[in-house]
């Protein structure tokens, strides 16, 4: 099914068509259940969580804009919102995280960049120009739903330098997906 | 003086860190907030979102048990009369809920202009009107809607309660997040639609651009002082 097949059933869900929203539960509900597993690393809580996925999809079709990026960047959002959320509300940081400090630019890597700038494309392209551990943490953030607390035990870093490390690494990303 | 440029960086790091997920809840309530008013900050996020989703090969596909279209199936079909479009039936419709807050708003717009009055100050020197702050409270889950009005002159924060309530045995608390601050409590959501809260000495003049928000927590509040249960609903604090 191409991005546009999937387009057009959540416009049709928007409608209340039943029988688009099965079609599009058949199309996505593997991708964003395994969204789910893999933030909540739970299966029960992951089935629960799907179903409040798909009950909110079919509240919600008719927020959906076409936009340049994919329709699954939608769908993959609410799953992931809903699934962080879940985790969040259950276990609140403990501990204070560093405010925002400076963000200037630390010395980049020429031959990283070097092979960066070859034929890759996207966020693998500019998470490749990322050093290794930052463009891990953002990966890990995105993929399994890591917290800061989390990052800083596995970066070994402390938890309040933690925010400061990560946010000079998005803002690096940032540039490199605006270029 | 803070120029566009100033104000768009944070807020896009800001954006970033909501969508990988890796914000503290009550800043991640906060911005959520934020968002369904700032249509800026919605494309900053939906660059984020749409970006990260180029990983997404990453999820290999895992199928669901059948029983989890059968419970969707159950919520969304459940009286055959909703079987066609969301939105029908006023009763199931979040339209007509916004509706409906959305009038609450307006009437509680209607009542802070009568209720603060505009005094005339000594000597005729113009009026003099004081601060009033209304917050239009909802969350993720559309359960719970709450508008509150707070007048800076007395120090009451007028409640009112459009959807949701606490389940037995529990209490929703009242929170006020200021700028990256932890959340203070401002007290307990009074019992039935519409009630007062008095507010703290210390916090009668942290309302400008103030986020107000509300937790479950057991019944009498927090026993911490920190939100413990989850945040329902939030909303940022508007002068008017």
């Known amino acids: 099914m191409t991005a546009n097949d999937i387009s057009l059933l959540i416009s049709r869900v928007a409608l209340g068509n039943r029988e688009a929203f099965t079609d599009l539960y058949s199309a996505t509900s593997s991708k964003l259940f395994a969204v789910c597993l893999r933030i909540l690393n739970n299966r029960a809580e992951a089935e629960d969580a799907l179903q409040e996925i798909y009950v909110k999809i079919w509240r919600d079709a008719s927020k959906y804009a076409p936009s340049d990026f994919s329709p699954m960047s939608w769908l993959i959002a609410i799953a992931r919102n809903h699934s962080i959320d879940k985790i969040r509300a259950s276990k609140p940081a403990a501990v204070d995280i560093d405010e925002m400090t400076d963000l200037s630019d630390e010395a980049a890597d020429p031959e990283k960049e070097a092979i960066a700038s070859s034929d890759r494309r996207g966020i693998d392209r500019c998470l490749n120009e990322l050093p290794d551990t930052r463009a891990a943490a953002i990966r890990g953030a995105y993929l399994e739903g890591y917290s800061y607390q989390e990052l800083a035990e596995q970066q070994n870093i402390p938890l309040n330098t933690i925010r400061t490390w990560l946010r000079r690494g998005l803002l690096k990303l940032k540039e490199c997906l605006e270029r | ?240």
């Open chain 2, 1 to 240: 003086m803070t120029t566009e440029d100033d104000i768009k960086e944070p807020d896009d790091i800001l954006a970033a860190e909501y969508v990988l997920g890796v914000l503290p809840h009550a800043e991640r309530v906060a911005f959520a907030a934020r968002l369904s008013s700032e249509a800026s900050l919605r494309a900053r996020v939906q660059f984020w979102e749409g970006h990260f989703a180029e990983l997404e090969d990453e999820f290999a596909p895992v199928s669901p048990p059948s029983r989890v279209f059968s419970g969707i199936e159950a919520e969304i079909f459940a009286s055959g009369a909703r079987s066609s479009a969301p939105t029908s039936g006023w009763w199931g419709s979040v339209g007509f809920w916004r509706g409906l807050s959305a009038i609450s708003l307006v009437a509680l717009v209607i009542l802070a202009g009568l209720y603060s009055g505009i005094i005339a100050g000594p000597g005729g020197s113009g009026p003099i009107v004081a601060p009033v702050f209304v917050a239009e409270l909802s969350g993720e889950s559309d359960e719970v809607e709450l508008v509150t009005l707070y007048d800076a002159r007395s120090g009451i924060l007028k409640v009112s309660r459009v959807k949701g309530a606490p389940a037995a045995g529990r209490s929703f608390e009242l929170w006020l997040i200021e700028g990256g601050n932890d959340p203070v409590s401002l007290g307990l959501v009074p019992t039935g639609d519409r009630g007062e809260v008095t507010v703290p000495e210390a916090l009668r003049d942290k309302f400008s651009e103030a986020i107000i928000a509300i937790s479950d927590e057991p019944e009498g509040g927090s026993p911490t002082g920190k939100a413990t249960g989850p945040v329902l609903a939030a909303g940022k604090a508007i002068e008017i």
